[in-house]
C-alpha cells in the first residue's frame, strides 16, 4: 500500500491536465531585439510538424478530427514569426533615419545640439507611426485571442482524453 501522501500526489497527478514541456529562451535578436522562443514540447499526433503550414485547412474538421495541438504549434511559430517581423523592420528603418538625422549635423555639434535633433526627431517618428503602430497592435491582439482559443481547446482535448482514460480503469 502507498503511504497516504504518495497516494495524494498520484492522485493530483492523474487530474493535472497539462504535460510538462521545456521552451528555450534565446538570446536577443539584434534587429528585432526580440528574444526568440524554441518550442520543445512534443506533439502528439503522427502529422509532421516540421512545416509551418499545414497541408489541409484544418477548419474543414469536425472538432473530433482537428489535432487541435498541431494548430497550436503552428499558429505560435506563426505569431512569433509575425512579431520578429515587425519588429526588426520597424527598428531597421528606426536606426536608418535615427542615423540620418544624427549625420545631418555638423561634426563639431555641441552636445544640445545632438539632444534637440534626436528629441525632435523622437516626436516626430512617434507622430508618424502612430497609424502602424495601431495596427500592428489590433492584428497582435486578433491573433494572441486565436492562440488562446487554440491552446484552451488543446487543453479541453487533453483532459477529456484523460477523462475517458477513467472510465476503464
Known sequence: MLPRTSLARAYKRLIHTSR???NFIGLPDPTS???PIIYTTVISSSSPSESKQHPYSLREFSDDTVDHELQWKLHREQLDAFNHAYWAESNTRFEAAKSSVLAALPPNAPTEAHEYALSDFYRKWVVQERARQ???AVE???RTFEDLS???K???QR???RLA???FL
Open 20 to 22: 510538462p514541456s521545456l
Open 33 to 35: 531585439n526580440l528574444r
Open 134 to 136: 495601431d495596427e500592428y
Open 140 to 142: 497582435l491582439r486578433k
Open 150 to 152: 487554440l491552446s484552451a
Open 154 to 156: 488543446v487543453e479541453f
Open 159 to 161: 483532459a477529456k482524453k
Open 165 to 167: 482514460s477513467w472510465r
